[in-house]
């Protein structure tokens, strides 16, 4: 079946560091990948998506490229400010399979300091 | 398009007592789904709905639990009788049925059960 897998945290940085977080996954066919973000006392937001291998999503500073010969999806971004304080899901999501359902991975919370 | 609208933002509810919580997706998505997150369980895909008939609800924790979606633009999610341990929040979240959108999410229903 579909799963991802994401690094656990906390992550901790200062601002102006630069950010990975590496997310992995199997899947049958060829999914698309998302990267959502939950900030405190929020839902979910779509941040960024790529649906086809070697795409690059890109949004408010981040990015993820889908490498299908490593299976992954791993989120950058250059500069993060305290405000990209928050919890990053990766997910995957396969049409026509497990009745189109997203699948996350455990989400990883970021804490970016002064 | 006003997005996912849950209502009631939170809830405080006496143990025994029944809890309704309620979705409007966004028109045209094809599918619903309701998730809880909980610290120690994370999110946790409750029961998703595709044009308003319940496809799966494998992960709703128990008959105290039940949902409906009369029609495709409203959406219960019911818990009768409430336990202190049902203290969670619960998002709702739509999509298209194509694979490569992702879902739109609540912005959630914080419920406590006192």
């Known amino acids: 079946g579909n799963s991802v897998t994401q690094m656990e945290g906390p992550v901790t940085l200062s601002e102006e560091a630069f950010l990975t977080i590496n997310c992995t996954y199997t899947?049958?066919?060829?999914?698309?990948l998302f990267w959502y973000v939950q900030y405190p006392g929020e839902g979910l937001q779509l941040l960024l998506k790529a649906t086809k291998a070697d795409d690059k999503g890109s949004n408010k500073g981040f990015e993820a490229t889908y490498r299908k010969e490593t299976t992954s999806f791993h989120l950058e971004k250059g500069s993060v400010q305290v405000s990209d304080s928050a919890v990053y899901f990766c997910a995957l999501r396969s049409a026509g399979t497990a009745g189109n359902k997203l699948t996350f991975g455990g989400g990883t919370r970021v804490l970016v300091k002064p | 398009d006003a997005g996912v609208i849950q209502s009631p933002r939170h809830e405080v509810t006496e143990m025994g007592q029944e809890v309704t919580l309620r979705c409007k997706p966004i028109s045209g998505h094809d599918y619903l789904f309701w998730y809880r997150q909980t610290m120690m369980r994370g999110l946790e895909l409750l029961i998703y709905f595709n044009n308003n008939v319940p496809i799966d609800d494998s992960g709703m924790p128990e008959d105290r639990f039940s949902a409906k979606m009369p029609n495709a633009s409203f959406s219960t999610l019911k818990i009768q009788p409430s336990e202190p341990r049902d203290s969670a929040v619960y998002f709702c979240a739509s999509s298209f049925a194509v694979g490569t959108y992702g879902y739109t999410f609540g912005s959630g229903t914080r419920l406590t059960v006192v």
């Open positions: 899947a049958t066919g060829y999914p698309s």
